[in-house]
């Protein structure tokens, strides 16, 4: 063989097995899809690209997360099922719509199962946390790291909420749980589940008379302008999920599932930080725009009728009892 050919022999050599490797990184990588409810500048947006950030570059680029943000890729039920599937490999999710799929995520969703954000956070960031994500894999849904959604409370187009009876007759809007309309029956009021887009013109007609959330949703949905009676009750902790197809983080190697956990932790504590500057100034914008505003300094009445709430729950899920004590009894 000439040297000229030797040398055409080698360098398409080369080149074939450099396209090979090229192709097998290439086949390696995932993009992976992610969705979120929020808008631009909110701290779960912010939080969650920068989990999308964390996540390249923990993993040198092997997985990469694409995020859709304000739900542009469907609602939120959509989406959970898109997660589930596969269709979609990452979703931040409320626990709320989860609870009727994965009952063990549904233990949060009882009325003052928290006593405070921070009993919240050390639960969940332990051994009830990985728990109740357990009892989430079985629907096909790995959480990640939770996300703070604020501490929910009463609000109005009527009157000051100070004690159960002033919710009796009531019709106010509930996230579509039987936990959530069991509560409101507790209290002698009236439930009406409804989609979240649904609440501000609801709240404007009078088709209901009022609903139940936390400070920034209080405030950037514009409810406070139509419902201008919020009464912290706070009632509900509901945290949020940086969510994965099962699947999919299964097929990771043990190394990989590392990365990813700890990009998400880290967006959490992102998240936590501003979503904590988020409920000051909100609560400040409505308080300034004339909000009729009231503590409820002794909830132990609200605590009392919410008891068969719980009692109903655990009927149903006595396989559960453990765990509503490990959170309780977190310190």
Known sequence: MKLSSLRKLLVSTVVATTMVAGMSVAAQAAEWRGWNIHKDGYPNTIAMDKFAELLAEKTGGKITLKMFHSGVLGNQPDAIEQVRIGGLAIGNFNLGPIGPMAAEANVVSLPFIFKDMGHMHRALDGAAGDQISAGMAKIGLIALAWYDSGARSFYNSKKPIMKPEDVKGMKVRVMNNDLYSG???????????????????????????????????????????????????????????????????NALSADDQKLVKEAARESAVLQRELWEKRAIASREKVMAGGVKFNDIPDKSAFMEAMKPVHEKYLEANPALKPLVALIQNTK
Do not use: R
């Open 183 to 249: 509560m409101i029956s507790a209290l002698g009021g009236n439930p009406s589940p409804m989609a979240f887009s649904e609440v501000y013109q609801s709240l404007k007609t009078g088709v209901v008379d009022g609903a139940e959330n936390n400070w920034p949703s209080y405030e950037s949905t514009g409810h406070f302008e139509v419902a201008g009676y919020y009464s912290l009750s706070q009632h509900l902790i509901i945290p949020e999920c940086v969510c994965v197809n099962a699947d999919t983080y």
